[in-house]
């Protein structure tokens, strides 16, 4: 196994760009579901971006999760929502 991505269109290893990303999966109608931390994936050739390679998982059934979801949108930048 291997967590190596590459771009298709141009046949490039993708880079990391930014490590640590937040990304916070909503459900289809708005409501927070799912809190991860990931890397910002970047081509070198066409600079398309895509988040994987996500280590913690936090749900919304953990205790700390509305707390955690209100400190990062409270923060105004880096969190990445997702549907
Ligand atoms: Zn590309």
Redesign the pocket.
Known sequence: MTTDQF?V??R?KMRVAKAGQEVLELTEKGVPYKLMTGDVLR?P??D?DVVARFGEVTAQHNDDFKERVARLRSLGYGLLEVV
């Open positions: 771009c269109k141009c490039r081509c050739e066409c398309y």
